[in-house]
């Protein structure tokens, strides 16, 4: 096996693992992937939760990455505590009792570069040492679900870290969906599933996808910033109302499925950051710039058919960091 580039065989999902009776009902739904040990991401969702205190939350995995920090580390499993919390690959190879050989479980395909999967690969080494410090954190970590189904409205929501068939799958990755053929073999699964939205992120890179029969939402990251000059994360809402914040929103089945933002506070998560990762470290190499918001995609990227932009966005660019 490659480490960061294989999956391990556990990682496929059971192909029963959105059949039978959701776990709960609601009428708003956050779903909320890749905070990577981000507490002023964690304190963000909280804040929105104050605001709309009837929304149900389910962190769909790789809560952790930056959080080499005990306390940290610690901070953030209290917060996940009183949600669902799913495992993403993180997760899961943080909790094996013994090394999988599959290093970060990342499954990075090959339009990777081979540095940032050696990096991957370091980052999870470290986080590693951070767990074994911490007792019965292991266990506590590959005990999660890797799946959720969820009622929103009436509505059945499937939710995965990578996509509909495994745990780290690309297949619910931009690049991946803009091709015709995935499109077609998502929207057949959601049909015989009989799913109407479909909520992952792993990718890392936030993608909205409405078909025929459901749609598909990648939040990208809670943790770190997905657009242009941007200093927020991003939240999946899937609810049967609006919300003013949204970016972006498909309205479908009585549902509105939309991306919110999550303002956190970027100096002090920079802060935490470079104490964490200085200068030449794995995660500083590979995540720095973009922590500070240097990417070159903006909302409209993540739109491949089926959503719109929403006047809040203009709202947004004009907002300072908190």
Not at 286 to 294: A, D, F
């Amino acid at each position: 096996m490659r480490a960061g580039r294989d999956c391990p065989l556990d990682y496929r999902l059971a192909r029963d693992a959105f059949s039978g009776e959701p776990l709960f009902d609601c009428d708003v739904l956050y779903v909320v992937g890749g905070l990577y040990g981000n507490r002023q991401a964690l304190a963000a969702v909280q804040r929105r939760l104050v605001a709309e205190p009837k929304a149900r939350v389910v962190f769909n995995g790789d809560a952790h990455w930056f959080d080499r920090d005990p306390e940290i580390f610690q901070q953030i499993e209290q917060g996940l505590a009183a949600h669902l919390a799913l495992r993403g690959n993180v997760e899961t190879e943080l909790g094996r009792a013994t090394d999988s050989g599959a290093g970060c479980g990342c499954a990075y395909p090959l339009t990777v570069e081979e540095a940032v999967v050696e990096r991957s690969n370091a980052i999870q080494q470290e986080l590693n040492k951070t767990v074994q410090g911490l007792p019965g954190m292991a266990e506590r970590l590959g005990a999660g679900p890797s799946t959720a189904l969820i009622r929103v409205g009436g509505q059945r929501v499937a939710i995965s870290h990578g996509d509909e068939q495994s745990l780290a799958g690309w297949s619910c990755s931009r690049e991946a969906l803009s091709e015709a053929a995935r499109q077609q073999q998502l929207d057949n699964w959601l049909q015989s599933a009989d799913i109407r939205g479909l909520a992952t992120s792993h990718s890392c890179s936030a993608v909205a996808l409405n078909l025929t029969h459901g749609a598909l939402i990648n939040n990208g990251a809670a943790g770190m910033p997905n657009f242009a000059g941007g200093r927020y994360g991003l939240l999946s809402r899937i609810a049967t109302t609006p919300h003013p914040a949204a970016l972006y929103r498909c309205q479908r089945d009585g549902l509105f499925i939309e991306a919110l933002p999550l303002n956190y506070n970027h100096d002090d998560f920079l802060a935490d950051f470079d104490r964490q990762w200085p200068a030449h470290s794995p995660a500083a190499l590979s995540y720095r710039s973009r922590v500070l918001g240097q990417l070159s995609d903006r909302p409209e990227t993540a739109l491949l058919a089926g959503f719109s932009l929403c006047q809040s966005l203009c709202a947004l660019e004009a907002l300072t960091d908190e």
